[in-house]
C-alpha cells in the first residue's frame, strides 16, 4: 500500500515539474544563413540566443469583467437602435406618392403653359396682369422645368 502511494506521489510530482517545464518555454532567438530572423522553442545553433522572456497568469476576473461590459455596451447599442422611430408607414407613403403625382400634374401644365403660350404674365399685388419679358420667361419655364424633374422621377 505504501509503494503505490509512493509511486503515484511520485508521478504526480514528475508530470508537475515536466509540466511546469512546458508552461516556462524557453523562446530562442537565430539569424540564417540568408539573414532571416527565426524563433523556436529549441536551439537550433550555437548561435541561438535563449530570450528572457517573462509572463504571468492572465487575470481571469479582469477578462470577464471586460468581457461583459463589451456585451452590456453592445446590448445598449441595440435598445437605442431599435427606439429609433422606424420609417414611414406605408399610408403615409401612399399619401406622398398621391401628393407628388398632384404636384407632377400640376407642374407639368403649368410648363406646357409657359411652353404654348405667346404672351405670359403674372398678377402682382392689386391683382392686375404684368407682362414678363423674355428673360422672366426663361428663368420661369427653367423653374417648371426643374419642378417637373423634381416631382415626376
Not at 532571416?36 to 522553442?41: A, F, K, P, T
Not at 401644365?109 to 392689386?126: C, G, H, V, W
Request: charged share 30%; net charge negative; with cysteine.
Amino acid at each position: 500500500m505504501r509503494n503505490r502511494a509512493t509511486t503515484i506521489a511520485t508521478t504526480t510530482l514528475l508530470t508537475l515539474v515536466i509540466a511546469g517545464s512546458a508552461l516556462a518555454g524557453e523562446i530562442y532567438k537565430w539569424t540564417d544563413a540568408d539573414g532571416n530572423v527565426h524563433y523556436g522553442d529549441r536551439p537550433v545553433s550555437s548561435q541561438s540566443e535563449r530570450l528572457d522572456i517573462k509572463s504571468k497568469p492572465t487575470n481571469n476576473a479582469s477578462v470577464q469583467a471586460t468581457t461583459l461590459a463589451r456585451v452590456d455596451a453592445r446590448a445598449q447599442e441595440r435598445e437605442e437602435a431599435a427606439n429609433l422611430p422606424a420609417g414611414p408607414s406605408p399610408e403615409e407613403l401612399r399619401a406622398e406618392a398621391e401628393q407628388r403625382a398632384e404636384q407632377c400634374t400640376a407642374s407639368k401644365a403649368q410648363l406646357q403653359k409657359f411652353l404654348t403660350s405667346r404672351r405670359i404674365y403674372r398678377e402682382d399685388e392689386n391683382g392686375e396682369r404684368v407682362y414678363m419679358d423674355e428673360a422672366e420667361i426663361q428663368a420661369t419655364r427653367e423653374r417648371s422645368e426643374n419642378q417637373v424633374e423634381e416631382y415626376c422621377n
